[in-house]
T-cell receptor, first 112, second 110 residues
Framework: DQQVKQNSPSLSVQEGRISILNCDYT??????FLWYKKYPAEGPTFLIS?????DKNEDGRFTVFLNKSAKHLSLHIVPSQPGDSAVYFC???????????FGTGTRLKVLA | DGGITQSPKYLFRKEGQNVTLSCEQN?????MYWYRQDPGQGLRLIYY???????QKGDIAEGYSVSREKKESFPLTVTSAQKNPTAFYLC?????????FGPGTRLTVT
């Protein structure tokens, strides 16, 4: 049972444009959501997160939006840069637990 | 520099041999984790430890074992019982909210 889903395995965007990566979840007990960026043969690095009490969190070029009623979150990258090309994972955690559930990832390619 | 180290980067073993992957952190984090990543798949949780001398099975613990004798260290043993051990293994520790990951170990079993 995939509780966190990233339905787009890949995405290509022109440099300077907006990249939108999507993530859906099924467990209404999730209260914290995170986005990670991963290059090949490296560990993921934390990008940005959002608590379920918020619907938006912004950090520089990265903004995460949370729609609790739709059980959907998205990561916006504006403007996209070639260095943003990587695999992006969303993850979720339930309150009071130590377990994080990861999606399968979306490979973003930013074209120069 | 604070962080998580995993060694070695690449590891090769013959089928039927046990192998132990190292994970060390100097972030003073209580919780540590082991994940496995296969091509086209997300990160799947093998084991996690909330505190020293305590650990819990994750979603795919069969064929793996761990120990947590020190706060800084959380080694993972891939036993001969693990049917498909070839994978990329990631260790992580947990800060206040987010996890911090090591660089990973690519294990190849032939």
């Amino acid at each position: 049972d995939q509780q966190v889903k990233q339905n787009s395995p890949s995405l290509s965007v022109q440099e300077g444009r907006i990249s939108i990566l999507n993530c859906d979840y099924t467990n209404s007990m999730f209260d914290y959501f995170l986005w990670y960026k991963k290059y090949p043969a490296e560990g993921p690095t934390f990008l940005i997160s959002i608590s379920s009490i918020k619907d938006k969190n912004e950090d520089g070029r990265f903004t995460v939006f949370l729609n609790k009623s739709a059980k959907h979150l998205s990561l916006h990258i504006v403007p996209s840069q070639p260095g943003d090309s990587a695999v992006y994972f969303c993850a979720a955690r339930s309150s009071g637990t130590y377990k994080y559930i990861f999606g399968t990832g979306t490979r973003l390619k930013v074209l120069a | 520099d604070g962080g998580i180290t995993q060694s070695p980067k690449y590891l090769f073993r013959k089928e039927g041999q046990n192998v132990t992957l190292s994970c060390e952190q100097n972030l003073n984090h209580d919780a540590m984790y082991w994940y496995r990543q296969d091509p086209g798949q997300g990160l799947r949780l093998i084991y996690y430890s909330q505190i020293v001398n305590d650990f819990q099975k994750g979603d795919i613990a069969e064929g793996y074992s761990v120990s947590r004798e020190k706060k800084e260290s959380f080694p993972l043993t891939v036993t001969s019982a693990q049917k498909n051990p070839t994978a990329f293994y990631l260790c992580a520790s947990k800060g206040i909210y987010e996890q911090y990951f090591g660089p990973g170990t690519r294990l190849t079993v032939t």
